[in-house]
T-cell receptor, first 112, second 113 residues
Framework: KQEVTQIPAALSVPEGENLVLNCSFTDSAIYNLQWFRQDPGKGLTSLLLIQSSQREQTSGRLNASLDKSSGRSTLYIAASQPGDSATYLCAVRLSNDYKLSFGAGTTVTVRA | ETGVTQTPRHLVMGMTNKKSLKCEQHLGHNAMYWYKQSAKKPLELMFVYSLEERVENNSVPSRFSPECPNSSHLFLHLHTLQPEDSALYLC????????????FGSGTRLTVV
């Protein structure tokens, strides 16, 4: 059974600081890994999708890396803004499986 | 309408009621999912439909009954729920097994009283 862990559970930083969010998974036979953002009481917005053959993906201020052999992914958010305050979720899909396994998320607060 | 749309956004129901949640996707995907998100817990997969056939039922109680009449629509029929079923119910879709990722709707916040 795939277990996904996100550390830290919560993070509070001043505006402008870079954010580093960690995700680890137990089964390295993944097909892809997806980072999502969730605002309170809302659905999930996809941020980045990394295929198992890739090492990283970038979109604007966001960069996600993947080290499949060590079972880790890191989401970097550069120059954080108050609008980045949300919960960030990591989800992993195993090969030949429909199921996404989610971490519990990291709740980020960016202070103005 | 684009993406994945869920209705209603909020629902309050008594334990003896019957209600349905609706999900519609406009992405041309052929797989649809129901997930449950309870407070302080990771998202839990409930059901998966691929090409309108149920391919996964994640040990969900029979008081939850899914229906997928076509590849664009997914329903979750609810009856005799318990207060612990109160949660955010999220619908998602993908093309195949999600090689291009998953798209989620905004969710239905369900409160059982």
């Amino acid at each position: 059974k795939q277990e996904v862990t996100q550390i830290p559970a919560a993070l509070s930083v001043p505006e402008g600081e870079n954010l580093v969010l960690n995700c680890s998974f137990t089964d390295s036979a993944i097909y892809n890994l997806q980072w999502f953002r969730q605002d309170p009481g809302k659905g999930l917005t996809s941020l980045l999708l990394i295929q198992s053959s890739q090492r990283e993906q970038t979109s604007g201020r966001l960069n996600a890396s993947l080290d499949k052999s060590s079972g880790r992914s890191t989401l970097y958010i550069a120059a954080s803004q108050p609008g980045d305050s949300a919960t960030y979720l990591c989800a992993v899909r195993l090969s030949n499986d429909y199921k996404l396994s989610f971490g519990a998320g990291t709740t980020v607060t960016v202070r103005a | 309408e684009t993406g994945v749309t869920q209705t209603p956004r909020h629902l309050v129901m008594g334990m003896t009621n019957k209600k349905s949640l609706k999900c519609e996707q406009h992405l041309g995907h052929n797989a649809m999912y129901w997930y449950k998100q309870s407070a302080k817990k990771p998202l839990e997969l409930m059901f998966v439909y691929s090409l309108e056939e149920r391919v996964e039922n994640n040990s969900v109680p029979s008081r939850f009954s899914p229906e997928c009449p076509n590849s664009s629509h997914l329903f979750l029929h609810l009856h005799t729920l318990q207060p612990e079923d109160s949660a955010l119910y999220l619908c998602a879709s993908s093309q195949g097994q999600g090689a291009d990722g998953y798209t989620f709707g905004s969710g239905t916040r369900l409160t059982v009283v």
